[in-house]
Every structure is written in C-alpha cells, then in structure tokens.
C-alpha cells in the first residue's frame, strides 16, 4: 500500500527538506485544522502566500533573505530610500557600486538571484502613496521600519481595511496579519497583529521611547533651542511656503529646513543649528545595530510562516529582546486598549473647555502620551454643514484656516460630545474625536 503524500518523509538533499520537516507531519503545538492541511500548506506557501516587507534598510535585508529562504516566492517590498556609504556596513544586500540606486529594486535583484524560483516585486515609493487597494493584495505585511509615525500609519491602514457588520462584529476574512519588528540599538522587539482582534501598534505606544515635542506656543514665540528653530521651520515653515510633503532623506528639503532653522536662529541669537542636526529632528533617527537586526528579522520571519502554516502556535503577541548585558528575550501578552485611537472602532475623548483655543487643542493632541499625533488637521460639521477647524496643507488651506488657530472652541460654534475628525501623518485615514467640554472654574 502506498504511503500518503503528506506522511512521506523529506528526501534528503531536497531543497525544502527543512520546511518539509515542519510541514509534513503534525505535533501537539500545531494550530487547530493543521492536521487536515498537512502537505498542502507548501505548495500554499509557495504559491499562494504574498508578502509585503515594508523597509528595506538593516531590518528589510534581513526580512527578505530570511523569508526567501525559507520557501515563500511572492514577495513585495517597498522603500522610498536610496543606498548610501553608510548603510553597507549592514544591509548585506547592497555594494558599493549600488550607491545612490533604489533599496528596493536593489534589493530585489539580489533575492531574485541568489533564491532562484523567488519573485520580488520592488516598489520605490513612500508607503503613504500607496492606497487601500494595494495594501488588501497581501496575506501578510511584515514591517521592518525604524519610524514610529510610519509604523503607525502602516497600522492604522491595515485596520483600515477591516469590515464590520451592522452590529459592529468584525468580518475576520478582511483581516490581513501584521508582523511588526522595531530595533533600538542593542534591543528589539516582534509582535503579532491581528487587526481588529489583539492590541496594534496603537495600544503599545507607550512601549517606545516617547517622541520629544515642544510646545507651538514655544517654537512660534520664544525659541530657546536648536531644536525649537528646526521645528519652527518644519512645522511653520514648511506648509506655508511648499506643497510638497517633506522627505528626511531628500537633501533639498533637508537644506531648505536647515537654511530656514538657520535664519531663525540667528534672529533669536541661537545657536547650534547643523544639517546634521536638522535631518535628525527631521527623521526622529533611530539607532541600527547589525546583530540585533538579525535577530528580530529571524523572530519576524519565524512568526510569518507559523501564522501562514498554523504549524505550531504563533507568538501572543509581544517579544523584546536585549542583549547590552548578555542575552535576554521575553514574551508576553499585551491586552488592548478599550479606547485606542485605531482598533477601539469608536470615538476617543479628548478633554477641552469652551475657552480653549485650537492652538491649545492641536497642542495637546501633539505632547499627549496617548495621541502623539505630529501636525493634526481638524475638521468638524457644525448646523449640518461641513466646517474646516484648520489643515497644515495644502499652503493655501492653511493661510485661509489660520485664523482659527488663535479663536476659543466656543467661538467656532463647538460644544460639548462634538465629533472631531483629526487627519495626521501618523494616520492613514482619520481619527473620529469627541470633544468632553468642561467648564474652568
């Protein structure tokens, strides 16, 4: 009698011994329904399965050789960088002679050569020019960024695309997995998202290094800082005079930011403004480490192909690593927030008072720990019409709202439980707000 296809063992020297290993046979760690899909999940995996890695710098290259490797063969990828000296001495996939050429289309190349039968599909391109549909084509979506505004907003577009029906349950086949990995030096960290299901990226922010803001009050009136110069130029600057929307590693916005933090520094007798420093309030530049990179793209990748195969249970749904003193992981279940901006599916409240201005609004909005929001725009119906708070672009926009900026809420017709729609470049759509009016004593 002829033994089952998917009771076969692997045939040594076959180019996929070591998945067949996992895949072939089932185990008291295998997620419920493995056992009926035991020797189809590669042809699956293979065939059906497409990845978008977000990021192709220290933690992409990682990525994509990993998952390559271990037997996935449509890959996309998308970067908006270009290679630069310094990134060679830890994205393996580049040379010297790639210097100035596309991460993404470089990197590519490479996977697609050394991993024959793999295809990689590069996209050079900022993550925010991509819509909702190009985002609904993948099984899975790993990130290997080092932004947390863009990994929020890759976060807030996967919920994005989640349905729910009318009494508000979600329909989980519109939800498409996220595996997130973040590094910091000698530390790191993995997650597993199901959007909609456990806690986002949203839930966690107060697991990283909280973002330094200064007040608008500060950088419009009394600079004391560089820093304050730079962000002046950056957030006041900037939407006034251009249309575009700022690139950290284009060095004509970078010299343009920089020449303006220059002249505002010297106005107020401040000093210190580099370019150097410039592009780093700019990027929020987060440190990369070659080793750790490795280490948290391997959890990734690991989480990836349990998620995909259901071979054995996928992490719930949190993982650090540390290795300043030794070697030190951990793993353990985060819970979500009832009331996160992104996956709460409801209006968040934010305290005010009538006599708040919309400067104090949008300020607290931005150095609150819970909303950390970068350049909030505002917007809000009042007597069934549609009303424009104020918006930072397009320039036009602005300089006609600007006058908003200095009025009471009470002023602009808001009152208490008004809804508030907020659009930020941490967001992909816009957060629904309510405003919890209470009077000063």
Not at 44 to 52: A, E, H, M, T, Y
Not at 366 to 381: A, E, V
Request: proline share 5%; net charge neutral; glycine share 6%.
């Amino acid at each position: 009698m002829s033994t089952p296809e998917h009771n076969k063992k692997p045939k040594m020297g076959d180019r996929w011994a070591h998945i067949d290993k996992l895949l072939s046979r089932t185990g008291p760690l295998a997620v419920e329904g493995f056992d009926e899909a035991v020797g189809m999940i590669r042809p699956f995996l293979q065939d059906s399965v497409r990845i978008l890695v977000i990021g192709a710098g220290g933690l992409g290259c990682e990525l994509l050789k990993d998952l390559a490797l271990m037997g996935f063969r449509n890959i996309d990828v998308i970067d908006m960088d270009t290679i630069d000296l310094s990134n060679l001495n830890r994205q393996f996939l580049f040379r010297e002679a790639d210097i100035g050429s596309p991460k993404a289309e470089v990197a590519a190349k490479f996977i697609e050569k050394r991993v024959p039968g793999c295809k990689v599909t590069p996209h050079f391109s900022r993550i925010e020019s991509k819509d909702r549909a190009f985002y609904k084509q993948f099984t899975v979506v790993v990130c290997g960024l080092d932004s947390i505004v863009a990994r929020r907003w890759v976060n807030s577009m996967m919920h994005s695309l989640l349905r729910y029906d009318e009494a508000g349950e979600l329909d989980q086949s519109s939800m498409i997995p996220l595996v997130d990995g973040g590094t910091e030096g000698f530390q790191g960290n993995a997650r597993v998202i199901f959007p909609g299901m456990t806690a986002c990226v949203e839930c966690m922010l107060s697991l990283y290094t909280p973002q330094v803001n200064f007040p608008m009050c500060t950088i419009a009136n009394t600079p004391r800082l560089p820093e304050h110069c730079i962000e002046f130029a950056r957030l006041v600057l900037w939407p006034k005079h251009r249309d575009d929307q700022i690139d950290g590693d284009n060095p004509e916005h970078i010299t343009w930011l920089f020449e303006k933090a220059r002249e505002r520094a010297a106005e107020f007798g401040i000093g210190g403004v580099t370019y150097r420093l410039t592009q780093g309030v700019t990027k929020r530049i987060i440190p990369n480490v070659a080793s750790t990179s490795a280490v948290i793209a391997a959890a990734c990748a690991n989480e990836v192909f349990k998620v995909v195969s259901s071979c054995t249970k996928y992490l719930d749904n949190n993982l650090i690593f540390n290795d300043v003193d030794g070697v030190y992981t951990y793993a353990y279940k985060y819970d979500r927030d009832p009331d996160c901006l992104t996956c709460s599916n409801k209006p968040v409240d934010v305290a005010c008072s009538p006599e708040m201005s919309l400067t104090h609004l949008r300020e607290t909005l931005c150095t609150s720990d819970k909303f950390q929001l970068r350049g909030p725009g505002l917007t809000t119906t009042v007597g069934g019409k549609n009303k424009t708070l104020y918006m930072a672009r397009p320039a036009a926009l602005e300089q006609a709202t600007r006058p908003n900026l200095d009025k009471s809420l009470a002023e602009l017709g808001l009152e208490h439980n008004q809804m508030v729609n907020v659009v930020d470049p941490t967001v992909a759509g816009a957060l629904r707000l309510r405003l919890v009016m209470k009077q000063q004593p």
